[in-house]
């Protein structure tokens, strides 16, 4: 795949793995993509996973035909993209690595070496050129780890973004819809990071960017308005969209019939709603629509004198991704002593401008019709 003239794909797709990264499902595989610029001199941008030395390495032998790289860029040690940089310098032995002194510290913890007579340290503002083309590189600390560069290609305006802008998904699955494999990735694996994502943001407003090369999914070059306003949208955890997740753990359905009965009471005003019961679904596409909406009602059962097991787990979830700006509703059962909503708002309780909901229900067992009046209630709230 060209890039650009002087840019080509070398990058592999995984329909082989389970989990990315040890727990995300990922139904559409994944890719691990990797660039090679054709210059004066070679330059790679990054290896690919583990599993998939073989085939990179054959990728970058047939478009390389029969010239040699010069340099690899490595913008990122996370070993989906690391893996095989021992094996790229073993076939390559006049190529140097190129990446940041953190890069370098953690190649010695994985590899054993850090390749000092073959290496080019790069930091923000460092730059490299190999004829037509000069890089500029940008260090993006926790964007997604600390060691993390990323590269202006001054000359094409094509910007390698390591893991930003990526998605989860092989590229040779189609998929029209970018955000929502796109969200559930970034929130997932940087939701935290907002903050250190909008730095990146300010470090790189004044370039002129017409493609994005990211290491993973598909390279963006049109619309890029598109992209770059959801990134600021999600990394300021701001509403992406007006709506309600009601979000419920149940034993026995008494729990499920509150919160579908607060769905439908919702719907009926008019808002849009996603009902999701927490041990039935995956979890990072509850953490996404959690972050994408801005209104968010829990019904729970209480559990061992606490709240529900999976419960608590999505708002841990929620909580290390530094969950704010949001409001949140309440809904607890328990036979004879409900716990769950004490326990709830314990867990949320350092969360940033989270509001709480007024208006609380408190079931025994199952709905009288003092509850669900107090949910039509609650849906009035909520639809405000
Ligand atoms: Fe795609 Fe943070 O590795």
Known sequence: MKITSDIKYVGVNDHDIDLFEGQYFVPNGMSYNSYVVFDDKITVFDSVDAHFGKEWLHNLQVALDGRTPDYLVVQHMEPDHSANIVAFMREYTSASVVSSQKAFCMMKNYFGEEFEDRRVVVGDGSTLSTGRHEFQFVTAPMVHWPEVIMTYDKTDKVFFSADAFGKFGALDVEDDDWSCEARRYYFGIVGKYGMQVQALFKKIAGLDVKTICPLHGPVLSNNLG???????????????????????????????????????????????????????????????????????????????????????????????????????????????????????????????????????????????????????????????
């Open 226 to 384: 598109y992209y770059l306003n959801l990134y600021n949208v999600w990394s300021s955890y701001q509403v992406e969209s007006e709506g309600v997740v009601v979000a419920y753990t149940s034993i026995y359905g008494h729990t499920k019939a509150a919160a579908e009965l607060l769905a439908s009471e919702l719907e009926k005003r008019g808002v849009e709603v996603v009902l999701t019961d927490l041990v039935r679904s995956d979890w990072a596409e509850n953490v996404e629509d959690a972050f994408r909406y801005g209104k968010l009602a829990l019904a729970s059962t209480t559990y061992n004198g606490e709240v529900f097991p999976q419960m608590k787990e999505f708002l841990l979830h929620l909580v290390l991704r530094n969950y704010q700006n949001r409001k949140v509703a309440f809904i607890e059962n328990g036979s004879w002593a409900p716990m769950a909503t004490k326990v709830m708002k314990g867990v949320l309780e350092g969360c940033k401008n989270l509001s709480f909901a007024q208006t609380e229900v408190k079931i025994f067992s199952a709905m009288s019709e003092e509850n669900k009046a107090q949910i039509a209630l609650l849906a009035d709230e909520l639809a405000k």
